[in-house]
């Protein structure tokens, strides 16, 4: 029986049902499982101390395009809306290949975990060059995190009214047979699972009606998750009346994409009616504040979303669109974010910590993770308060608004994946060195 013990934690933010905040207390780690929180603690096992600390779930990001971490700054993508965004950076992506996806998705996830991240989704949509969701399948097992990879696609090419250029679309058919071989070789639904699979054709401006409803009904089929793009910013409200004579909420609707089994990227220009579809339907939101200032996108409706009872984690979104990957960075921003909106009061920084954990286990179906509680998974985060960005603070607790932006010690299902600051499952100079050698390949070319 593996034990590890958490020990003399200053302050535990659990967030459980109750959302307990303990003192002095130590957390017992089983076989994976967290087996207890008291004080006075006992193990035959390691013990890992945690004086001077401040202890959370592991923070859950919702919504990602790994790959895009090899396509940060671009130069002419760096000041640009959406869709020239995009227009810049699909000839880029089509040199991708398996190499490119593995590297940028273990610089991702690297990147994700130091910031205290222990379970990522992700969003693959293309697939040039013989590249395979598989490749960062790979790269999330090498590095430890808990993974719900999701299978993207696009389909209507330039040629055929559509955004991206015809050489990084696929055929539907195609899609739909990988999204079945993916799901058979790697989705586990267990309780405890490190990677779920999901399906998700990647927006309504890049694949056809019908792809969007043969998903659907292909993920009902084989019971797993259902992802995409939804209501980003004006370009894409517009694009939707044009096409489709509607509005995004209901498109979703009419094409099977609401419920607790999909959650929706963005969402930021959902209007009151669109908001109040997602809480009766208990459909996710993926909310990517920084992602959202950077494309200029403008300012998700977060509050009235909560206040209506959506389920809403947090995403930092893909790199070429942050461009940093930091979750507790991520966490901030989404509570500055309310403020700029709605005033002080909007937002704190618990609140906004909850959404990262709990909130995003929640949109993910993850009961078993997002809270430190007897029986959920061990995904935990220690952050040590003794650095400069806390010194000072009345409430370290108040991680958001003066805390460290590393985790110092980060377990996901028990595994020490971080000690002190440095992974314990790569050699990330290597790792980086690598990557900067694949960027500046992409650069020459
Ligand atoms: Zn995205």
Redesign the pocket.
């Known amino acids: 029986m593996a034990e590890i013990l958490i020990k003399d934690a200053d302050h535990v933010l659990t967030m459980n049902d109750a959302r307990q905040e303990l003192a002095k207390v130590d957390i017992l780690i089983r076989d994976g499982v967290i087996a207890e929180l008291g004080q006075g603690l006992q193990t035959g096992g390691e013990v890992v101390p945690a004086r001077g600390c401040v202890v959370t779930p592991g923070l859950v990001n919702t919504?990602?395009?790994l790959y895009q971490s090899l396509t940060r700054a671009v130069p002419g993508a760096q000041d640009a809306l959406l869709f020239g965004w995009l227009q810049t950076l699909y000839p880029i992506w089509a040199r991708f290949g398996p190499e490119e996806m593995r590297v940028s998705a273990l610089t991702g996830l690297a990147e994700l975990a130091l910031s205290g991240c222990t379970l990522s989704s992700d969003?693959l949509y293309l697939y040039p060059n013989g590249s395979r969701l598989d490749d960062t399948i790979e790269a999330a097992q090498e590095i430890g995190l808990r993974f719900h990879p999701t299978r993207g696609a696009m389909s209507i090419g330039e040629s055929a009214g559509g955004l991206p250029p015809d050489t990084l679309v696929e055929d539907e058919a195609a899609i739909l047979d990988d999204c079945i071989r993916v799901i058979d070789a790697f989705h586990d639904p267990k309780e405890g699972s490190m990677c779920r699979v999901g399906v998700a054709p990647c927006s309504p401006f890049s694949v056809s009606r019908e792809l969007m409803r043969d998903a659907a009904l292909l993920a009902r089929e084989k019971g797993v998750m259902l992802h995409t793009?939804l209501a980003e910013n004006d370009e894409d409200i517009t694009y939707s009346l044009s096409k489709f004579g509607c509005r995004p909420g209901q498109f979703a609707e009419e094409l099977g994409w609401t419920g607790n089994d999909v959650w929706h990227?963005?969402c930021v220009k959902l209007n009151a009616d669109e908001i109040d579809l997602m809480a009766k339907t208990r459909t996710g939101v993926a909310h990517?504040p920084c992602?959202n200032c950077r494309l200029g996108s403008g300012i998700a409706p977060i509050r009235n979303m909560r206040d209506a009872g959506v389920a809403v984690g947090l995403?930092v979104?893909?790199s070429a669109?942050n461009d940093t990957g930091n979750m507790v960075l991520e966490a901030r921003q989404a509570m500055l974010l309310q403020r700029v909106a709605r005033g002080a009061d909007a937002m704190s920084a618990r609140e906004a910590l909850e959404i990262a954990t709990r909130g995003g286990a929640r949109v993910l179906g993850r009961q078993d993770c997002g809270q430190l509680s007897p029986g959920k998974r061990a995904d935990i985060a220690i952050w040590d308060c003794s650095g400069t960005e806390a010194a000072g603070s009345w409430d370290p607790a108040a991680l958001l608004l003066a805390g460290p932006h590393r985790v110092r010690d980060l377990f996901v299902e028990g595994r020490q994946i971080v000690r002190g600051g440095f992974l314990t499952t790569v050699d990330l100079p290597v790792l980086i060195r690598k990557q900067n050698d694949l960027a500046r390949g992409l650069a020459a070319a």
Request: contains cysteine.
């Open positions: 919504h990602h395009h969003h793009h990227a963005h990517c992602s995403g979104d893909g669109s």
